[in-house]
């Protein structure tokens, strides 16, 4: 299951199927869209679901590890444009989750 420890263990079998399943059709889609996607940048529909989606995922994740790497704490801001293209601002504070720490918006 996505997220899950060891689901990295089982990516590279599915992805192989996956792709194996594809027309000659979407392959050529496929690429066309990667192509572009590396020229351009991912398109902003694109940047803004995954933005929703796993940002929070992300920045947690980075504040864990540099709470266990480092030591450190983070307070972190993010700004995206949502599908409408307006300005979204989001505060993140994990640190009362996270070892001892005290929640920097808390206090």
Do not use: C
């Not at 902003?44 to 480092?70: C, G, N, P, T, W």
């Amino acid at each position: 299951k996505a997220g899950e420890h060891g689901m990295m263990n089982h990516y590279s079998k599915y992805l192989t199927e996956m792709v194996e399943s594809l027309t000659p059709k979407e392959v050529e889609e496929a690429t066309q869209m990667a192509i572009e996607w590396n020229k351009q940048g991912v398109p902003a529909e694109v940047q803004s679901d995954i933005a929703r989606r796993k940002s929070d995922d992300i920045l947690q994740y980075v504040a864990k590890e540099m709470f266990k790497k480092a030591g450190m704490q983070l307070f972190m801001l993010s700004a995206w444009k949502n599908e409408k293209g307006k300005l979204m601002v989001s505060s993140h504070d994990y640190n009362d989750e996270i070892g001892k720490g005290e929640s920097f918006s808390q206090s």
